[in-house]
């Protein structure tokens, strides 16, 4: 009896090896190196999700689901950006060839991912991505004072609805191109409104961004010894 129960328990464990045996001889899933990687999902959240939002918006930087920036910057700025980073900023360089992690193949992924959202909003005609010609401070104040001290407040150091926005380490961390965007963007997740609804009825002109962040720009205190 007792060796009839020793064979029926040898059986069973080969049996059970067996199949063990058979589980790890299949093929191993195939694993992809880092620059193989295609996927915009993959390449969007492990790159960008962390300034952007995990969506492309409720991010600490401008969403990249917002139908005024699509309309605004092209598919050659998006890549340029991404590619190349933004100087004096957050936005670091992601493209090898400037020193980031991603190949030309993954930059064009990202490029083309983003601008799958533009859709029905590219009939849109805001003011330039890049400033047509130098603003003037002076008449930025004037600018402001309109479309801006509702919500920033007298001199743009915060009011009932927005913070500051001459703050010494806000204006260290951006560039006046960040700025730009932002004024003709806006943050609407943030109840920032876009160059058309600061004042209704009355969108900015291409002169009134320009100004307004030349006065912007000249608020940034100097550092190094430079303005």
């Not at 910057?73 to 998006?78: F, G």
């Not at 009932?160 to 730009?180: K, M, T």
């Amino acid at each position: 009896m007792k060796q009839l129960a020793a064979t029926l328990l040898l059986a069973l464990a080969v049996a059970a090896c067996a199949g063990c045996n058979s589980e790890y001889s299949a093929a191993p899933p195939q694993v992809l190196r880092p620059q193989q990687v295609r996927s915009f999902e993959t390449l969007y959240q492990q790159n960008c999700a962390g300034c952007h939002g995990a969506r492309g918006k409720d991010g600490a930087a401008v969403s990249l689901t917002n139908e005024v920036y699509l309309a605004m910057a092209d598919d050659a700025t998006i890549r340029r950006i991404t590619a190349q980073g933004v100087p004096g900023t957050a936005m670091s360089a992601f493209a090898q060839s400037h020193g980031g992690m991603l190949t030309d193949e993954q930059v064009d992924a990202l490029v083309k991912g983003i601008r799958s959202r533009a859709g029905r909003h590219m009939d849109l005609t805001p003011p330039s991505y890049v400033a047509l010609s130098a603003g003037d401070p002076k008449r930025g104040t004037d600018v402001y004072n309109t479309y801006c001290a509702a919500c920033h407040g007298a001199a743009g150091r915060g009011g009932s609805r927005a913070g500051s926005i001459v703050d010494a380490s806000y204006l260290a961390l951006v560039s006046d191109r960040y700025l730009r965007t932002i004024v003709i963007v806006g943050r609407p997740e943030l109840g920032a409104p876009d160059w058309r609804d600061n004042v209704p009825g009355k969108p900015m002109s291409e002169e009134n961004v320009s100004d307004v962040v030349a006065w912007l720009s000249a608020q940034r205190p100097a550092i190094g010894g430079t303005k």
